[in-house]
């Protein structure tokens, strides 16, 4: 399979799960009551989040969804250089989150560009979130683990001479 193909692959089936996933959260939680998966170690819990991560800037919805469209656009542009399974990995999981997010904020309530994200998974001590975090995070620990070994985008290794 060529890099391309492993974005593009990597992009899908994260946005699809995240897509599938908050949908069943809408659809089967309520506000008001937390289903445990696992004792307290992991429940769902449904939340609205028109802020970005830990809901900080909720009065910048717009600004966020703005942000999160250009952003899309550079990492897809950059995407297309990827030459390791890692990097391409990293920025395909990276675009599902991205546009995970972003597709709420456009299709959800209360409107285009200001629409609220769904998140629903708990764990104790940490804000509630969803699989587009998920898949945002494990890129940013792919990056910077090629980053701490020194694999640029096009594969070759930096000379740390």
Same mark, same amino acid.
């Given at each position: 399979?060529?890099? $391309?193909?492993l974005?593009? /692959? *990597? ?20 506000d #008001?009551d ?6 307290s170690?992991?429940?769902? +819990? /449904?939340?609205r989040?028109?802020? !970005?991560?830990f809901s ?6 717009v600004?966020l969804?703005?942000?999160? *469209?250009?952003?899309?656009?550079v ?5 297309? $250089?990827?030459?390791?399974?890692v990097?391409?990995? !990293? ?7 991205i ?6 904020r456009?299709?959800?309530a209360p409107?285009?560009? $200001?629409? #609220? ?7 104790? +001590?940490?804000p509630?979130?969803?699989v587009?975090d998920i898949?945002i995070t ?5 990056i910077? /683990? ?7 985008l096009d594969? $070759?290794? #930096?000379?740390?001479?």
């Open positions: 399979m060529g890099y $391309r193909a974005v593009a /692959l *990597a992009w899908l089936v994260g946005l699809g799960i995240d897509q599938a996933t908050k949908a069943l959260a809408v659809d089967r939680l309520t #008001e937390d289903v445990r998966v696992v004792g170690l992991l429940q769902l +819990h /449904l939340t989040n028109a802020g !970005a991560a900080t800037g909720t009065q910048f919805t600004v969804s703005c942000l999160a *469209a250009v952003a899309t656009v990492v897809a542009v950059i995407a297309l $250089r990827a030459r390791t399974t990097w391409a990995l !990293a920025l395909g999981l990276l675009l599902a989150g546009t995970g997010n972003l597709a709420d456009v299709f959800r409107g285009t560009l $200001r629409g #609220e994200v769904i998140d629903f998974l708990m764990l104790p +001590h940490w509630v979130f969803n587009a898949c494990v890129a940013a620990a792919l910077v /683990l090629q980053a701490f070994r020194g694999i640029r594969g $070759r290794r #930096e000379d740390r001479s």
